[in-house]
C-alpha cells in the first residue's frame, strides 16, 4: 500500500466502531492521514458462555483432519481456551489450516502456526472456492468461530461430503454504556465518515443510537464505510447507504478505499 498524504483526510471527522483492541492499525492509519477519529468501539469479544462444543473440539483434535479459521478472534479464543485446558498450540500442526484473510493467517503465525490455504477472497465463500479441489470428501473439519456466523462455509463443506464440527469459540457483545459514548462522539460536528467492520457493529451501534435517541436519519449526511459485502448488506437492511467498500476485507484497504473516495470528491 503507498502511503497517504498527511493531509489527504485534512477536516475529516471518521467513526470508528470497530473492538478497541483491533482498531490501533486503523486508527493510525487515519490519524496518519490528517483525520480527526473518535473512536467508538461498538462490539467487544468475550468467551461463549457455553464452552462445551470449543472443549470437545479440542479434547477431540486428534480426530480432525482441517481446522478452519475465518478470524483473528477465532485464532486467538481458541488458543485461548487450549492454554486453560493444558493444550499448546503444536497440537495443531498435525491438521492441515485454512486461514480466510492475512490478519486470521497472521495471528497463527505469531503462535508457531501455518496456515496452509489462505483463500484469494477473504470470506467464508472465498473458503469454500479454495477448498474446492482438496477432495474434502470423508475429510473431518474443526470450525471454530462466534456464536453468531453465518452458516455458508458448514453448509457447502457437508454438501462436499466432509463433516463439520462448528464449535463456538467465541461471543460479540455490545459494550456497556455503548448509547451514551455514540451520543457524546456525534454531539456537535456530525462525522464525516462512519466505518463498519463487522455486521455486530452495525447493529449494535445503531440499536444503542436509537436507544440514546439519535435516530438513523442523522447518520444520513455521514459516508457510510464497510469492510466488506456482508457488512455492507447488514448496513444496508437497515436502511444506511453504503458508499465505501473495499476490494480486499482488510483495514488496510478499508483506509485506502476511504482515501480514494475523498480524491474522487474533490
Known amino acids: 500500500m503507498k502511503p497517504a498524504s498527511l493531509t489527504a483526510l485534512s477536516g475529516v471527522r471518521v467513526v470508528v466502531t470497530r473492538a478497541k483492541e483491533q482498531s490501533g492499525e486503523l486508527i493510525a492509519m487515519l490519524e496518519g492521514a490528517g483525520a480527526e477519529v473518535v473512536s467508538v468501539p461498538a462490539i467487544e469479544t468475550v468467551p461463549p458462555e457455553d464452552k462445551s462444543g470449543i472443549d470437545r473440539g479440542i479434547e477431540n483434535l486428534s480426530s480432525y483432519d482441517y481446522a478452519v479459521f475465518t478470524s483473528a478472534n477465532s485464532v486467538r479464543f481458541l488458543l485461548l481456551r487450549m492454554s486453560e485446558l493444558g493444550k499448546g498450540p503444536e497440537e495443531l500442526r498435525r491438521l492441515r489450516i485454512v486461514a480466510v484473510g492475512p490478519k486470521t493467517a497472521q495471528a497463527l503465525e505469531k503462535s508457531g502456526l501455518k496456515a496452509d490455504v489462505i483463500p484469494d477472497e ?4 472465498g473458503a469454500v472456492s479454495a477448498l474446492s479441489g482438496e477432495g474434502v470428501g470423508g475429510r473431518k473439519f474443526l470450525y471454530p468461530r462466534a456464536e453468531t456466523a453465518r452458516d455458508v462455509l458448514p453448509d457447502a463443506l457437508r454438501k462436499a461430503g466432509a463433516a ?3 464449535a463456538v469459540a467465541y461471543r460479540t457483545v455490545a459494550p ?8 457524546d462522539a456525534l454531539a456537535g460536528d456530525m462525522p464525516t465518515v462512519i466505518t463498519f467492520t463487522s455486521s455486530s457493529t452495525v447493529r449494535n451501534f ?11 436519519k ?3 449526511g455521514a459516508v457510510i464505510a464497510c469492510i466488506g459485502p456482508v457488512t455492507a448488506k447488514t448496513a444496508e ?16 484497504s478499508l483506509f485506502s478505499a476511504i482515501i480514494d473516495y475523498f480524491k474522487g470528491e474533490k
Open 122 to 125: 477473504f470470506v467464508a465463500e
Open 237 to 252: 437492511d437497515a436502511g444506511l447507504k453504503v458508499s465505501v467498500i473495499p476490494r480486499e476485507y482488510t483495514a488496510e
Open 164 to 166: 463439520v464440527d462448528v
Open 206 to 216: 445503531l440499536d444503542a443510537a436509537a436507544e440514546a435517541g439519535i435516530p438513523g
Open 176 to 183: 456497556k454504556g455503548l448509547g451514551g459514548i455514540i451520543k
Open 218 to 220: 442523522a447518520l444520513s
